[in-house]
């Protein structure tokens, strides 16, 4: 009898467990940010925060047949101002009637005068926020960041989704930006001599879709602001940021336009392939020389020149082209970074790694060395073929 | 001589039980505070030096326990050191393993609130934990053995699979440059864990449970070194995926899960984190819980231990909440007092027995009865 007893009271004790977790939230109640955007604006004559986030529609995200079937966009794009960003965050449950979650979003994006002032208030926020994954993707905007968040997307059901595949498919394609996410944004700015170059989404004016319409807001990704210490210094163009990523080792295809005949039009287009690079930094005195070791390969993707091309002759002048045009290009990335004075390409941090001791005499004044080192490009650039057809049809 | 318990276990139960003794909590808090201290060069001190001092430890009490086979420390603590001296010693030793207790409990309530349930009671977490543990501590040292069995694959699954997945995002640039400022971060690095490794001194309790007593030293040194190299891996992949950032990450391995995307679809893998930590922790409580009750039925000369689980457990329930007010203070522990404090009764206590015993040449062949 006893044991029965205290069986129906174990019994009795595991119904309150099963009712469920403690801090459940039920999915109807909350309200999944695809993306956010970080703003600094004037209210009330002081500076205040402006946070903009993008809530998924339920129902309307399931795909192209009911999508925007009541006439609504598939974002709701909820905006709120605040004294912090935690202030922001909690004042766009103002207006939103399901719990706002963070655990979804795909990207922030920050405008330039936050990442001017503000960056470390910033990463702060997004990495303390238990919520907020580590995988997000951090972008620099030139202009609102709450334009970035247009309330529709061009081919994906949802722009987080959109910006996401451009950073992982899309972005190896082109090579003219990098997205980085929030833990190697993090890893960068707090490594000593390594300035990271964060990617760009710019958000211009179309033309307009419908006769008569009005422009709408597109997104674009290219080019990154360069970001030295906690601050944002400058900005890479695409061109720019093409040769930094071929400087530092992480450009995959890209488009390089050649010229082989003197003329001012390029005639040529070499396709990057693949590429790598090896860093080495020498220090002899007070004399800092950068060694970068590339190694390219592409194959033809456009030629109209006269001469025979699918020759061995020919392919060794254009790999020639090829030398020169990666090297010019990695030249004039270093050269603007040097102007801006920034470490984009990670000099200081590859010469602390291998050669701690002289890093610790430079670590002080790595600044000021910066602009005087010297830099040595050697490239090893393959033409391995000539894609589907050996000479052009119609040589001009 | 009446044995409280009448369980036995064998060589491999012994050995995994010492492995769950250290590495569920070890595997959370330990990468964050060594990162901090060491640098770059963690990984060698998490692989190489915290492992030599965990077999340093093992020999110590390892040698104890064999001078005085068969017998469980506070069966012959009074031979050494005089009666009274000894029941001073189980006094000291029941308050040290309930005290590290509580903070284990607190420990786990603490990364489950910071981590997944913010908004529940820590109370609720870690009550319910020490039910789990009262439970496995009445049913003896063989029903926590052989559950241990069971959840020691499931933490080594999960450990596996967040390590290989998270493999791909590893850039062992970080771990340059090697000995950055030569020898004294890594000392440094190596304090905390070290009380952490320290923690195998349990088995001063346990041996005389084993079938076969020849089993201990090795199945201790094989603990040692497998805890040695997990938690050496361990400090290795939240270096290599996060660099120096990982330093200010609470829990780095969850952190490290929360990272992992395989092909954008295997994501959101922590939950392998909640498994070992729940599992694990349950038992490690559970090992702990067992000792303190054992040395307090011990000192008392209880004719059973079972008595004493319930009050013990509402002690440590209380303590654990009341011990710390906030996640940093118990952090802030780990650091410094916690470095005496474990290499006291990890160390101090059971070298100085072994010297006395040697002095007065109490115990070894010739008393064994």
């Not at chain 2, 109370?123 to 040292?141: E, K, Q």
């Not at chain 2, 000392?187 to 952490?196: D, E, Q, R, S």
């Not at chain 2, 309790?205 to 497998?226: C, D, G, I, Q, W």
Request: positive net charge; contains cysteine; aromatic residues 10%.
């Amino acid at each position: 009898m006893k044991s029965k007893l205290s069986l129906l009271a174990v019994l009795l004790l595991v119904f309150p467990l099963l009712a469920g977790c403690w801090s459940r939230y039920e999915i109807e109640n909350l309200a999944i940010v695809g993306g956010m955007g970080i703003d600094r604006i004037q209210e009330d004559g002081k500076e205040r925060y402006l946070l903009t986030v993008n809530v998924i529609r339920p129902g309307l995200s399931g795909g192209g047949t009911e999508g925007g079937g009541r006439g609504k966009p598939i974002y709701w794009r909820i905006t709120a101002t605040g004294d912090t960003l935690v202030d922001a965050e909690k004042n766009i449950n103002l207006r939103s009637p399901r719990r706002v979650f963070y655990g979804h979003m795909r990207f922030v994006a920050i405008s330039e005068k936050i990442a001017r002032e503000k960056l470390p208030d910033v990463i702060d926020y997004l990495s303390r926020n238990s919520e907020v994954r580590l995988r997000i993707l951090i972008l620099l905007t030139r202009e609102r960041a709450t334009d970035a968040l247009i309330n529709y997307s061009e081919l994906e059901n949802t722009i987080a989704r959109e910006v996401t595949e451009m950073a992982s498919i899309t972005g190896g394609i082109v090579s003219k930006f990098k997205i980085w996410d929030l833990a190697q944004t993090i890893d960068q700015l707090i490594t000593p001599g390594l300035d990271p170059v964060i990617a760009e989404l710019m958000t211009p004016l179309s033309v307009p879709v419908e006769p008569g319409g009005g422009p709408i807001r597109i997104l674009r990704f290219g080019g990154g602001g360069v970001v030295k210490k906690d601050k944002l210094v400058g900005w890479l163009t695409d061109g720019e940021t093409r040769g930094y990523l071929l400087g530092a080792g992480e450009a995959q295809e890209a488009a390089l336009p050649v010229r082989l005949k003197n003329q001012p039009e390029p005639d040529t287009n070499i396709n990057l392939t693949r590429s790598s690079r090896q860093l080495t930094v020498d220090v002899e005195g007070n004399k800092v020389t950068a060694k970068m070791l590339i190694h390219a390969e592409g194959d033809l993707g456009e030629y109209n020149g006269k001469e025979e091309v699918a020759t061995n002759e020919g392919v060794f002048k254009l790999e020639t082209k090829f030398r020169e045009e990666v090297e010019k290009e990695v030249r004039q990335s270093f050269k603007k970074a040097q102007e801006l004075n920034a470490d984009i390409f990670g000099l200081g941090n590859r010469l602390h790694e291998r050669n701690p001791k002289a890093w610790k005499k430079m670590e002080k004044d790595w600044y000021k060395i910066l602009p005087n080192v010297k830099l040595e490009i050697k490239v090893t650039a393959h033409i391995r073929r000539t894609r589907a057809i050996s000479e052009a049809f119609i040589p001009k | 001589m009446n044995m409280l318990e009448k369980g036995k276990i064998s060589g491999s139960q012994f050995m995994w039980m010492m492995v769950t003794t250290v590495l569920p909590t070890a595997v959370l808090f330990i990468p964050a505070i060594t990162i901090k201290n060491a640098g770059t060069s963690a990984w060698i001190e998490s692989l190489i030096v915290s492992t030599g001092w965990g077999l340093v430890v093992v020999t110590i009490c390892c040698t104890l326990g064999e001078r005085f086979q068969g017998r469980s420390l506070l069966n012959y603590s009074g031979e050494i050191l005089g009666k009274p001296l000894g029941k001073l010693l189980g006094l000291f030793y029941i308050f040290i393993i309930t005290y590290t207790n509580a903070i284990i409990v607190r420990e786990f309530g603490e990364f489950l609130l910071s981590a997944f349930m913010p908004e529940t009671p820590i109370l609720v977490f870690n009550v319910i934990l020490l039910l789990l543990a009262a439970t496995s501590v009445r049913n003896g040292i063989e029903v926590i053995a052989r559950m241990n069995q069971f959840v020691v694959s499931l933490m080594f699954f999960a450990l596996i699979f967040i390590f290989s997945l998270i493999f791909g995002e590893a850039n062992f640039h970080h771990l340059l440059p090697l000995f950055e400022g030569g020898i004294k971060p890594i000392i440094h690095g190596a304090l905390t864990p070290m009380g952490w490794r320290g923690e195998v001194f349990l088995l001063l309790f346990m041996l005389p449970f084993l079938s076969n007593h020849r089993e201990a030293r090795p199945a201790a040194y094989k603990a040692v070194l497998l805890l040695g190299l997990v938690l050496g891996t361990d400090v290795l992949m939240v270096l290599a995926v996060f660099g120096k950032e990982a330093a200010n990450f609470v829990f780095p391995v969850h952190s490290l899960a929360t990272y992992i995307s395989v092909a954008g679809f295997l994501e959101r893998v922590e939950a392998f984190i909640l498994a070992l930590w729940v599992a694990g922790v349950t038992i490690k409580v559970a090992v702990w819980y067992y000792c303190a009750t054992l040395v307090t039925a011990q000192t008392f000369n209880l004719k059973d231990y079972k008595p004493v689980v319930l009050p013990l457990g509402i002690i440590q329930a209380v303590w654990s909440i009341t011990i710390y007010d906030n996640i940093r203070e118990m952090v802030d522990f780990f650091e410094k007092p916690w470095i005496t404090f474990s290499l006291f009764f990890e160390f101090v206590v059971p070298t100085t027995l072994l010297l006395i015993a040697v002095i007065r040449k109490k115990g070894g062949r010739g008393s064994e009865k």
